[in-house]
């Protein structure tokens, strides 16, 4: 009896851990594209709720990166922006912060773009390191745009309003904002950079209180200008030079509506572009607002940083993360240097910041592919890197879709016109934010002649950030693949490509 009870009892258990063995086999091999699907950004920086547009310019301060940006805590159901805080160690990860410049908090309203500084010499008289923001915002009748001063001295955790009145009365033009500020070290005086229609304007400070008018640089064709930018770069051959940026819409000129910048000189009293042309940051549609700031633990002359806000005035509503409760990313943070090419013709390369590779979890690689119409990889996913060299001798396009759906009829085109002579991104063959149907494929000046071009592609999610020849070029695009769509497919037409160095990082989430 005793024999017959144990084996019955051993019957039971081996039954129930055969069940149990039977269902977490099924969990673990369950498809991923039948789990609750988000379009939240894997490794790009959201807004952890409601709404976020232009970013300020990043500042670093014991160790620590400060970084502030348009905040709508009241959309999709009301207006207003205030500043949100958030801090990193390494530009990777980052913690909210929570609201450092409230809106509506006096008679000026809502606080739009502007510039933090950190006060080390005490100019302003708010003591030694008060973090000093100037910031535009509309004048009590709300009829003009002006400049007001708020200070913190808790290290940017909150600010406070100088005054009511403005630091910076509108001098009688309809735009007047977006006040960008660095410190002249050989001078021992503030320069401010100011957006105001189709110029910009410079300015003057001892005590970031009282501004005085210096000159400006006028600008045709490319729209009214936001965000403007003024730092010095050393190039690759040793030559320091001034960059000018301003983000601006150059569509009317069939150019992009991104980060627009001018090489040149700046003398203290003028700006000297070595072109009157501009040349653009990036070629896609949604790399707007953007910032760059310096390389605290390098020389800063060398290296900067870059930023934007990734998305597109024609249609900034228009994204499926509103289910979610948040509207709002930026771009990857860029690695920007000043490159030479022919006499005194210069330009700036940007590159994904190479942190980002921390987070890789899986790298796979092949060394050689050769195509003649498409191969698929044994790869599926949504958030990676992706990186290789292309090289042909006659063909009409090469180049990769990614996020492609399983039967090949959804997909992103990024790749080489070799008889068009561009590089391109075109997002019409998946879902996008533009129902106009306009904004569909970006493009960028290509020497096809090469018969090569280096890719590296950034999807996450929601986005396709594209780096060509080591940055000579960018693109960034949004896009919104049904879930799912995670292949990645080779390609070439009317003719043969050879694919090598082929990459794939595959991208923890930070979330």
């Known amino acids: 009896m005793v024999g017959l009870f144990f084996l019955g009892l051993w019957i039971v258990i081996s039954t129930v851990i055969l069940i149990q063995s039977f269902y977490k086999t099924k969990e673990v091999n369950m498809p991923e594209e039948h789990e609750k699907h988000s379009y939240r950004a894997a490794y790009h920086f959201t807004s952890p709720d409601h709404w976020k547009n232009d970013p300020q310019k990043p500042i670093f301060y014991e160790g620590t990166y400060h970084y502030y940006y348009l905040y709508n805590g009241d959309y ?118 100011m957006a105001e229609g189709s110029k910009i304007g410079f300015y003057e400070s001892d005590n970031l209180k009282d501004w005085h008018y210096i000159s400006s640089f006028s600008t045709e064709g ?26 601006a819409n150059g569509k009317a000129a069939g150019k992009p509506n991104t980060y627009a910048y001018w090489v040149g000189t700046f003398n203290r009293t003028e700006f000297i572009p070595d072109q009157q042309e501009p040349q653009w940051l990036d070629y896609g549609f949604d790399w707007y ?112 879709r990614v996020l492609e759906s399983p039967d090949g009829k959804r997909h992103i085109d990024v790749g080489i016109s070799a008889e068009g002579n561009y590089s391109f991104v075109n997002r019409g063959f998946t879902g996008h934010p533009d129902d106009s149907n306009q904004l569909i494929e970006s493009n960028a000046p290509f020497d096809a002649s090469k018969e090569k071009v280096h890719l590296k592609i950034l999807v996450d999610k929601t986005s396709v950030e594209v780096f060509v020849d080591d940055g000579r070029v960018a693109h960034s695009n949004l896009v919104f693949p049904e879930p799912g769509d995670k292949g990645i497919t080779m390609f070439s037409e009317s003719g043969k490509a050879v694919f090598q160095n082929v990459e794939v990082r595959h991208f923890k989430s930070l979330h």
């Open 76 to 193: 999709p159901d009301g207006n207003g922006t205030e500043w949100r805080h958030a801090t990193s160690k390494d530009l990777v990860h980052w913690k909210d912060e929570g609201i450092a410049i409230p809106k509506y908090t006096n008679e000026n309203g809502d606080p739009w773009s502007g510039s933090v500084v950190i006060d080390k010499e005490n100019t302003a008289g708010f003591g030694k390191d008060a973090f000093i923001a100037i910031v535009t915002q509309p004048s009590k009748d709300g009829q003009k745009q002006e400049q007001f001063l708020w200070y913190s001295t808790d290290k940017g955790k909150t600010f406070k309003p100088f005054s009511e009145d403005p630091v910076m009365t509108n001098p009688g033009t309809a735009d007047f904002r977006d006040p960008k500020i660095i410190w002249d070290d050989t001078n021992q005086k503030w320069i401010m950079t």
């Open 289 to 400: 607002g953007g910032v760059t700031f310096e390389d605290p633990e390098g020389d800063p002359l060398d290296k900067r940083y870059g930023l934007a806000w990734m998305n597109n005035w024609a249609y900034a509503d228009n994204t499926p993360t509103v289910k979610e409760g948040f509207n709002g990313m930026d771009s990857i943070l860029r690695e920007i240097e000043l490159k030479h090419e022919g006499e005194n013709q210069y330009f700036l390369s940007s590159n994904p910041n190479e942190k980002l590779n921390e987070l890789t979890s899986i790298t796979k690689s092949y060394d050689k592919i050769e195509v003649d119409g498409s191969k698929t990889l044994d790869v599926r996913d949504d958030t990676y890197q992706l990186e290789a060299d292309i090289a042909w001798s006659d063909l009409k396009h090469a180049g990769f």
């Open 222 to 247: 490319i729209g009214v200008l936001e965000c403007p930018d003024l730092y010095r770069m050393r190039a690759d051959d040793g030559t320091v030079k001034w960059v000018l940026g301003v983000s």
